[in-house]
């Protein structure tokens, strides 16, 4: 396996069913000489999930047999939620979490159809802007009436 490859499959700690491939987070991967550098983008600057990121991602490079690693964080350009993979919103929805809108950073209270990642009625109402981390809400859908959290936009 590549270094890239191993670190991709790294997964997220606080989104399990996404590795940080999937969520944008892996910025990059060189290998230079016996070398190997990863680039971490958090989703954003405090994250508190950065330091076991960085540390998984470390302890999975040299358990396949890379010896001198190196985890950096990249602030610039900033992570947003257009990084999330195709693969990484069917993963979200598949595991009844709304994905955010491709292309959409929403900073007012205009209404925008959420679709219900259980039933996939766009009936669904916020709850809460907030959700058990800071880069999710909690919303509900009218229909099943089944809670759920979604990724919001950033």
């Not at 350009?77 to 919103?89: L, V």
């Not at 979200?92 to 259980?118: D, F, K, M, N, Y």
């Amino acid at each position: 396996m590549t270094a890239w490859e191993v670190a991709a499959d790294v997964p997220d700690p606080e989104l399990p069913m996404l590795t940080l491939a999937d969520l944008g987070v892996l910025a990059g991967v060189e290998e230079d000489g016996g070398t190997v550098t990863a680039w971490l983008t958090p989703t954003y600057s405090g994250c508190p999930a950065i330091a076991e990121m960085a540390a998984d991602v470390d302890a999975r490079l040299r358990a396949a047999g890379y010896d001198d690693v190196r985890v950096r964080l990249r602030l610039d350009p900033p992570w947003s939620t257009d990084r999330i993979t195709e693969a990484g919103r069917r993963k979200l929805a598949e595991a009844g979490i709304a994905p955010p809108v491709h292309g959409l950073l929403h900073l007012g209270p205009t209404r925008r159809v959420v679709s219900c990642p259980q039933c996939g009625s766009a009936e669904t109402e916020e709850l809460s802007r907030f959700g058990s981390t800071a880069c999710k809400a909690l919303w509900r859908c009218r229909d099943c009436r089944e809670p759920f959290e979604r990724i919001k936009e950033i």
